[in-house]
C-alpha cells in the first residue's frame, strides 16, 4: 500500500555542502586526497599488524578493527558526497538512502564502542600491567570485537527502522551529503516525539556513557602514571593516552552535536560541517595519531615494505 500513496517518496536530493562550481570543484580535490590517505594509511595498519608478530597484542587488535571501521565508514560516504561534487544530479533512491544510512549508524556505533573498549584496554595495560595477559587474553579479545559489532548493527537497525517508519509526506529534499538520520527525520510531518525519544536514550547508551567511562579511565591512568618512576615509561604512557584523547574529543564531540541536541535547535548548514568531522576527519586523523610517535608500528611498517 505503501508504494501506491502519492506522498510515498521514492527518491531524495542532496543538497551536498556547496551549489557554488569552484567551491564543488576545491572540495572534490581535498576529500578525494583525504579518501585514499584513509583507505592508506588503515590498510598499512592493518598490514601491519597482521604481518608482525609484535603487533599480535590486544592493543593493536582493537586498532587493526578500528582502522578496518574506518575504511569501510569512510568508503560508505565519500565516494557518494565526491560523485555528487562533480554530477548536476543529485538524488539518491530510498533503498539506497535507506543503505547508506543504516550502515554508516553501524559502523559509527562500533566506533564509539571500540574507542571505549581501547580505553579500558590501556586502563589494564597500565594499572594493573602483571594481570595484564591474563585479564586480556586473545578469546576475550574475539568476545569483545565481536560483541562490539554485533551491538553497533542490532543498535543501528532499530534506529533506522523507527526513523522509515516516519511519514515524510512527500519530503524529499535532505540539505545534507548523505543520508543522516536527524536530517532524514527533520523532514517527518508525523509526530516522532517517540522516535526522537528512542533514538535520544540510544544516544545516552552510544555516546554519554562510553564517554563518561573514557574519563573515568583516563582520570585512573593518570594517576597511575605519574607513579611511574622511570621517565621512559611515563613518556610512552603519556603519549599513548594524548593520542586517544585527541580522537576520542573529535568523534565523540562531533557525533554529539550532530545526534543530542533537539531538532527544533538543528542548523542544516552547521549540521553538515559537523558531519565531515566525524566521518571524514576522524578516520583521516585516527591512524596519523596512532602511529606517528609509535615506534612499533613504525618499525613493522618498515619491515613490511622490505
Not at 244 to 253: A, K, M, Q, S
Not at 277 to 288: E, G, H, Q
Amino acid at each position: 500500500m505503501a508504494w501506491e500513496n502519492d506522498t510515498y517518496v521514492k527518491e531524495f536530493i542532496l543538497l551536498g555542502l556547496s551549489s557554488a562550481p569552484y567551491i564543488q570543484n576545491i572540495l572534490f580535490v581535498v576529500f578525494l586526497v583525504m579518501y585514499l590517505a584513509i583507505l592508506l594509511a588503515n590498510s598499512l595498519i592493518i598490514i601491519a599488524t597482521v604481518m608482525d608478530s609484535r603487533l599480535h597484542t590486544p592493543m593493536y587488535f582493537f586498532l587493526s578493527n578500528l582502522s578496518f571501521v574506518d575504511i569501510c565508514y569512510s568508503s560508505t560516504s565519500i565516494p557518494r558526497m565526491l560523485r555528487d561534487l562533480l554530477s548536476a544530479n543529485k538524488t539518491i533512491s530510498r533503498e539506497e538512502c535507506v543503505a547508506q544510512m543504516y550502515i554508516v549508524l553501524s559502523l559509527g556505533i562500533t566506533e564509539c564502542m571500540l574507542l571505549a573498549v581501547m580505553a579500558y584496554d590501556r586502563y589494564i595495560a597500565i594499572c594493573f600491567p602483571l594481570h595484564y595477559t591474563t585479564i586480556i587474553t586473545t578469546i576475550t579479545c574475539i568476545k569483545i570485537a565481536t560483541g562490539v559489532w554485533v551491538f553497533g548493527f542490532l543498535s543501528a537497525l532499530v534506529e533506522v527502522t523507527l526513523t522509515w517508519s516516519v511519514d515524510l509526506c512527500g519530503h524529499n529534499t535532505v540539505n545534507h551529503f548523505m543520508c543522516e538520520l536527524p536530517e532524514v527525520l527533520s523532514l517527518g510531518c508525523s509526530n516522532v516525539t517517540f522516535v526522537e525519544f528512542v533514538i535520544y536514550v540510544f544516544s545516552i547508551i552510544i555516546l554519554i556513557i562510553p564517554i563518561n567511562f573514557i574519563i573515568i579511565t583516563f582520570i585512573k591512568i593518570i594517576r597511575a602514571i605519574f607513579k611511574i618512576s622511570a621517565s621512559e615509561g611515563r613518556k610512552k604512557a603519556i603519549s599513548t593516552c594524548a593520542s586517544h584523547i585527541i580522537v576520542v574529543t573529535l568523534f565523540y564531540g562531533s557525533a554529539m552535536a550532530a545526534y543530542m541536541k533537539p531538532q527544533s535547535e538543528s542548523a542544516a548548514d552547521t549540521d553538515k560541517f559537523i558531519g565531515i568531522f566525524y566521518t571524514i576527519v576522524t578516520p583521516f586523523l585516527n591512524p596519523l595519531v596512532y602511529t606517528l610517535r609509535n615506534k612499533d608500528v613504525k618499525s613493522a611498517l618498515q619491515q613490511s615494505f622490505k
